[in-house]
């Protein structure tokens, strides 16, 4: 059965610093990834996803996740933070196909300090 | 090009009513899952349909939960005799099916007196 852990609930930074939010999952076979960001009292909107092509995936909003097999791993990344990145960021995996529920961690809740 | 729609947004039942939750999938989209959120944690799914068929209802409490996803109109949740534990946000998402990504609503924000 798939599972994703999110490492840190809560991680702050700095304006103009780099974020790392990371996420390692547990798959008996080749997954999907996700990221999702969730703004209070809002949906989750996609900020990017891994389907087995490219191991560097870019997303929305500069940020981007690498895929590393050998690590478990799909950690999410974004070279300067802005205030409006504040937000609750999701990482998800599901089976190799699109069709099947993700399976979330527990979110990291991400602050950026002016 | 409208978003997943989930009304209503907020829904306030007391213990022992019933719970209805629409979700109307995206133009084209023929796959909903239904996900519900607790407090500090993440989203746990619970339901997944096509057009009038349950596919997957893994995640769904045996009793008092149902769903359905009729021919025409929208996906609904239902929960009969709700309980102070079913206060929670809950979010579907719809999809093409394949390899396309679920997008998701709002949600529904239910609080049980």
């Known amino acids: 059965a798939q599972s994703v852990t999110q490492l840190g609930s809560h991680v702050s930074v700095s304006e103009g610093a780099l974020v790392l939010l990371r996420c390692n999952y547990s798959?008996?076979?080749?997954?999907?990834l996700f990221w999702y960001v969730q703004y209070p009292n809002q949906g989750l909107q996609l900020l990017l996803k891994y389907t087995s092509a490219a191991t560097l995936v870019k997303g929305i909003n500069g940020f981007e996740a690498e895929f590393k097999k050998s690590e478990t791993s799909f950690h999410l990344t974004k070279p300067s933070a802005h205030m409006s990145d504040a937000a609750e960021y999701f990482c998800?995996?599901?089976?190799?196909?699109?069709?099947?529920?993700?399976?979330f961690g527990k979110g990291t809740r991400l602050s950026v300090i002016a | 090009n409208a978003g997943v729609m989930q009304n209503p947004r907020h829904l306030v039942r007391r213990r022992g009513q019933e719970a209805r939750l629409r979700c109307s999938p995206m133009?084209?989209?023929?796959?909903v899952y239904w996900y519900r959120q607790l407090p500090e944690e993440g989203l746990k799914f619970m339901v997944y349909l096509q057009k009038e068929n349950i596919i997957d209802e893994s995640g769904m409490p045996k009793e008092r939960f149902s769903a359905e996803f009729p021919k025409e109109g929208p996906s609904i949740l239902r929960i009969q005799q709700v309980v102070r534990g079913d206060s929670a946000a809950y979010f579907c998402?719809?999809?093409?099916?394949?390899?396309?990504?679920?997008?998701f609503g709002d949600g529904t924000r239910l609080s049980i007196l």
């Open positions: 798959s008996s076979v080749p997954p999907y």
């Open positions: 998402a719809s999809s093409r099916g394949g390899d396309q990504p679920q997008h």
């Open positions: 998800a995996v599901t089976r190799n196909s699109g069709n099947t529920p993700l399976v």
């Open positions: 133009k084209g989209h023929s796959h």
